[in-house]
C-alpha cells in the first residue's frame, strides 16, 4: 500500500521566492501534520490538522509560513519570501487519527535549499 | 526551555552492551509517550509506545515515570543496527498536537 508521499523530493531556490510543498497523507488518516529539521537538528512542530476541526498553526514560526489541505486529504505548505533560515527538510506524518494521535507514518520529506 | 529534553550524545557502546536513555518532559497535560528512530537521512519511524505500566520488545524496555515527568529506553544486547537517532516523543491530552524531542545518538561499535 502506498505511504505518505511528498513532492518535490528536493527544491533548490533563490532568497525572495515563494515556494510549495505538497503531501498526500495515507488513505483514511484523518490527521495530518508538518514538520521542519534542520541538518543535525530536531524535528520542529509546524501545524497539523484533523478532521474538519481548526488546524492547531502554532508552530508556524512567522506569517510567512502558511498550510492548508483540501478535502481531507492532500496539504500544502506554502513558504513566502523564503529567506536562507527557511533551509531544512519538510517532513509531513499522518495518522489514523481515531482517539488520539496514535502512530505518525512520515513521509521522506522535501528538502529545502535557499540560496 | 524545551517542551522534550534529551540528552543528544553521542553515547558510542561496543556491541553487546547495554544501553539507556532518558527523556524529560515538561508539560504535565502530556497524555502519549512514544519512542521513534531515526536513521541518517531517512524519516523518523514508530519503536515503541510508552505505557504506565512499562512495557518490552525483544530487547528494547520502554518506561514512563510521571512523577517525575520522565521516559526512559534501555536497550540490551546492542547490535551494530541499532546505531541510529533515538527521538522522544509526547503528545498533549485533548488534542493530537505532538512534540519530538531533539534525539539522541547512539553508535553501536563492532
Known amino acids: 500500500g502506498a505511504g505518505v508521499s511528498q513532492s518535490p523530493s528536493n527544491k533548490v531556490t533563490e532568497k525572495g521566492k515563494d515556494v510549495e510543498l505538497r503531501c498526500d497523507p495515507i488513505?483514511?488518516?484523518?490527521?495530518l501534520y508538518w514538520y521542519r529539521q534542520s541538518l543535525g537538528q530536531g524535528l520542529e512542530f509546524l501545524i497539523y490538522?484533523?478532521?474538519?476541526?481548526?488546524?492547531?498553526k502554532s508552530g508556524l514560526p512567522s506569517d510567512r509560513f502558511s498550510a492548508e489541505r483540501t478535502g481531507g486529504s492532500v496539504s500544502t505548505l506554502t513558504i513566502q519570501r523564503t529567506q536562507q533560515e527557511d533551509s531544512a527538510v519538510y517532513l509531513c506524518?499522518?495518522?489514523?487519527?481515531?482517539?488520539?494521535?496514535?502512530?505518525?507514518?512520515f513521509g521522506e520529506g522535501s528538502r529545502l535549499t535557499v540560496l | 526551555r524545551k517542551e522534550v529534553e534529551q540528552d543528544p550524545g553521542p553515547f558510542n557502546v561496543p556491541e553487546g552492551a547495554t544501553v539507556a536513555f532518558n527523556c524529560t518532559y515538561s508539560?504535565?497535560?502530556?497524555?502519549?509517550f512514544f519512542w521513534y528512530r531515526q536513521d541518517c537521512r531517512k524519516e523518523p519511524k514508530l519503536l515503541m509506545s510508552?505505557?504506565?505500566s512499562g512495557n518490552e520488545d525483544g530487547r528494547f524496555t520502554a518506561q514512563l515515570n510521571r512523577a517525575s515527568q520522565y521516559i526512559s529506553l534501555l536497550i540490551r544486547d546492542s547490535k551494530l543496527s541499532d546505531s541510529a537517532t533515538y527521538l522522544c516523543?509526547?503528545?498533549?491530552?485533548?488534542?493530537?498536537?505532538?512534540?519530538f524531542g531533539a534525539g539522541t545518538r547512539l553508535f553501536v561499535k563492532a
Open positions: 488513505s483514511g488518516h484523518t490527521a
Open positions: 506524518a499522518s495518522s489514523l487519527g481515531a482517539r488520539g494521535p496514535g502512530e505518525l507514518f
Open positions: 510508552v505505557y504506565s
Open positions: 490538522f484533523q478532521g474538519n476541526s481548526a488546524p492547531d
Open positions: 508539560n504535565s497535560a502530556s497524555q502519549s
Open positions: 516523543v509526547v503528545t498533549r491530552i485533548g488534542g493530537f498536537k505532538t512534540i
